[in-house]
């Protein structure tokens, strides 16, 4: 219950994409809203996308607006989040969290379950 699996980072040049994945478990996936995050090296996570439980609604954080995509699908129990236009800035790794449903916020802390994160590197 509750088991997330992140796939899709890697090495990528500057102005470039990459297509990150995160694959839930469970039965009720569809019930949560969920959220991509991302910690660079000696820096807090930080909040990157959340997208609703229906997945009609989405959030992004300013420094990716215009730029990353977050979408799921209920059927496969995945959630991705698309990567355009990357700069260096990108560096890091990212997660994948479950947000209870209860939850009106994207700080980290209010997150439920995490991924172990998918590594992204952004060379300019």
């Known amino acids: 219950q509750g088991q997330l699996v992140e796939s899709g980072g890697g090495l990528v040049q500057a102005g470039g994409s990459l297509r990150l994945s995160c694959a839930a478990s469970g039965r009720t996936f569809s019930s949560y809203p969920m959220g991509w995050f991302r910690q660079a090296p000696g820096k807090e996570r930080e909040f990157v996308a959340g997208i609703s439980s229906s997945g009609g609604r989405t959030y992004y954080a300013d420094s990716v607006k215009g730029r990353f995509t977050i979408s799921r699908d209920n059927d496969k129990n995945t959630v991705v989040l698309q990567m355009n236009s990357l700069e260096p800035e990108d560096t890091a790794v990212y997660y994948c969290?479950?947000?209870?449903?209860?939850?009106?916020?994207?700080?980290?802390?209010?997150?439920?379950?995490w991924g172990k994160g998918t590594l992204v590197t952004v060379s300019s």
């Open positions: 969290a479950r947000r209870p449903r209860a939850g009106s916020t994207w700080y980290p802390d209010a997150m439920e379950y």
